[in-house]
């Protein structure tokens, strides 16, 4: 800790850390110095001149927010003089900003507003005519409307410092000053809304909420996002059973207040049109709607009969799906259908993976690792395209704590524009790169490795040989896709491991074998679409539980419509291993929840697997799961809950070989990313990944 | 060329070249005591350079006087950082035109200062920013800077002092606050021009923050002097603790304007009289700007000042950067108010809110009051917000646009009471009341 100095604010004596600035002094000792500009995290402005305040023995006031605590300092915050430049400045803020509040989008959550309320004056004293200019579009989430812009420059400054996109800048001079986008008329960026989120007023708004509501009509329902790996907490606002926005404003969670585009915007998949509504059951060859009466019976019977007879039965779950669906799908499929055939589309190589680390729990990276390592080797990866949240915080790392770090990569990546070091290498090739950067490695006093999908196998082996050979503390992030993808394995969606990757008494077949093989009876798919990259060999009888008419659920006897993660509860694990709880948001008529779906079919067959509700699935895996004895009150309270997974044996070369990273982009998300209306109307698309074009290295 | 006629009151020692054949030229410099104070200089050590400065009492003449040899003394000599040389010629005050004779006449003066510094400070790299409306000045000091070079007067080793010194011209883009230090080195570094959070100053932090000395171009031609004189017979020149000769720039209703060297602490009323031969067309003094528009107006009254820096503050005022603007009886001073308030307006930056939003409403105010469509609670308002502005800003421009528009409400108000008076007079209505 550095040397701690004492003043006195407001009368109250605060200790601070030397360097510390007056207004966080002030904070942390309760006191609240209004700012516009100010941001924590972000570069110092001192331009809105709000967080003003008096030192004694200065004849001037001084701004807080760039005013480092000194010895015996003695400041007021709220003096008169104090009080009365912060009434002149938001009097000087509102001579051109509209007084639109009650059309609005920030009316009720804006800062203005509770500044004006607290500090500001009764009555105007400008008559004059205000400056106008009319509303402009930036991009299809991104509108901006000048007159209510402040010029805090918050957006300016994610963009760039934050995202390091630099897609936004400041045009013309003085009153007339405007924010665009650096690229003339729209904005060339990842169109992940921080800038609208970090607005202080109403002058950004988004293209999806703007005009639709008024915040107080919200209900707002913090839960996980279900696009990528990370596990970003994103809080949605919803009126009347609709999902209006998204957003994390209250910095709660992993994540604090970032969200991609995913996270904030494409929760709209769940209104698509397309969305399955009622069970399909195939006959005369087409599936027609049903009553889950229908449906669940013909599922049912054909699952009891295929059992009594032996039958070979292939079942598929989900990276997306909780890890209590994840936990009963799989005894249901072992215990009530009795087949060892189950796997899931395997973004990364966790077994490999977990067989390496050996148990060794203190290896395993976590979210905040990637904020607070002293240096970074990010292998194979796109990291701000695959996961925009590990991107944000290693940025954050590089730029608050001056981390260093290293990327492997076939092709440019963001990160590359504060990289200390850049080795090209092929897919699959990165142990060999990282290798060449032993030495300066070794230098380091921490590392943490963050590694895609395409380093699997041999390779992952090798690369964790390796780090384990620096000598230094090292930790390592194995990446996965999707919202569960770490639960799908976790939980035993594996041919041949049950949960907890304890062995498997025989081991099933897996994604590849029981499709192409031709040789399955029956194929029960849920929450995925693997015959958009497979072809099913056989004449089985198919089983699918999603949301849309999948390629997969086209080719179903029967289709059962699934309720999404914004529609349940339960929980899932982020690609780091932490566990976080689904909040219900949504309540929809038709769809049912998977683990719904699994109870209904259990009592349809006369099986009883317990009782199958999250709460009590969940109490049965933190009993029976290895490495899932989380702390509940972390999870109760919002929280991520690290799990640590037990050593892993008996991984083989077939299991590597089924690792197929889903090449996402920031602007895809599996099949579901079809279904979202947002991602498909972005134009700047960057395309695949590894060919980074828009941003220039700085 | 010279725009005006020498005075006989002039001490001649920045402007001594003014006049002569190819003032220009490096060869005409060398015959008259050029590089002579150079090389003095670089007999001496750094330390001894700086302390002559500060021994010669040169106070910056850019605008806000302070002592040059101490700002130099700020720079880190030991900071294994690269050091640089930059001279403000962005002059943008209104009223101020001695920056552009300087470099116009003399070009090799401002080199030889700037190459004085790079001794002082062990810089290697000199930029000369000049704003871009001086188009045919970037010219002038690039074929000096050329010459020089030609000759061995920059490059490598100097005269054989050691130094390596490179300058180069850079052209601004038209921002009165790009005349600020900071958002100078902001424009020079290619960013938007907008201040910086200070500390740290640029002695410190400067152009790509690394230490920079960084002065006004009157200020590097006052260099020379010092060594070839003498700080001690250049601090004779004028007053105790303001050292030299001072470039005013007399404009306004005065009959003869123009750019003079005279001592620092020459009477205000001696010069309008003496040097600028009087007020135009005989007509009675009003008010004077003393330094620039960024300054206190003062009242003829008030004119009985010495012009250096002490003086013209202890009346109320500033002698700023030497924009001495004469205003006779006839002149309206809302008009004046309302014209700088537009310039100010028009030229904040808008990096802060009371300068960006008060400047437009103060233009807005003014003119509305201007066109006779005031109120009476006007002129307080005009009085209030240029104080709400006053001291708040982030950088000097907003208390520049504040100060002379609380010196005219406090100094003349009854021309502004008079104005709203005409105002009512006329919207009086003509029907008779039965």
Redesign the interface.
Known sequence: MADLVTLTIDGKTVKAPAGTLVINAAKSAGIDIPAFCYYDGLA???????C?VEVEGVP??M?SC?LPVREGMVVHTESPKVVA?RK??L???L??HPLDCPVCDKGGECELQDAVFRYGAGEG??T??K?HVEEKQFSPVVFYDAPRC??CYRCVRICDEGLGVKAL??I??????EIAPNSGDHLECDECGACIDICPVGALTSGIYRYHTRPWEMKHVGTICTHCGDGCKTTLGVRENEIIRGNNRDRSGINGEFLCIKGRYAFDFVSHGDRLRKPLVKRNGKLVEATWKEALETVAGRFRELKERGARIGVVGSNRTTNEENYVLQRFAREALGTPHIDHHRTADILSFLAAVGGRTELLGRTEDVYTAKALLIAGVDLAQQHPLLAFQARANWRHHGAKAFVVAPGPVREEQYAARVVRAKLGEEPAAAESLGEELKKCEDLLVLFGGSVRGEALRRLVAFGDGLGIPVKYICLADYANSRGAADMGLLPGFLPGYQPAPERGMGLAEMLEGGRLEALWVVGANPLRRRKLNSNAFVVVQDLFLTETAQLADVVLPAASAYEKTGTVTNTCGEVQRLSRALTVMGPKPDLEIFALLAAEMGVDLGPLDAKSVWAEIRGNVPGYQVAEPVLMTGGAAPTSPPKVDGVTEEDAALVEPSGDTLFTSGSVSRYSKILNVIREAPGGLFQEKRTKLT | MLYNEPSELEVKVLTRRFGLENSQSLDTYLATEGYEGFRKAMEMSPEEIIEEVKASNLRGRGGAGFPTGMKWGFVPRDSDKPKYIVVNADEGEPGTCKDRVLMENDPHQLLEGMAIAALAVGARRGYIYIRGEYRYLIEIMDRAIEEQYRKGYLGKNILGSGLDFDVSTHTGAGSYECGEESALLESLEGKRGQPRIRPPFPAVSGAFQCPTVLNNVETFCNVPAIFRMGARAYAELGTPRNGGTRLFCLSGHINKPGVYELPMGFNLLRMIEEVGGGVRGGKKLKAVIPGGSSCPVLKAEECDVAMDFDSVAKAGSMLGSGGVVVMDETTDIVKVALRLMAFYAHESCGWCVPCREGTLWLKKLLARVDAGEGKPSDIDLIGELAENMLGHTFCPLGDAAAMPTISYVKKFREEFEERLRKASEAAESDLVVL
């Open positions: 110092l402005q001192a331009a809105c001149r709000m003003l001037k006031l701004a760039t430049s002149a400045m009097e000087f803020l001579t051109n004293r400008f004059e005519i400056h402040i010029l800048g400041v013309q001079r003085g009153a007339v000053s």
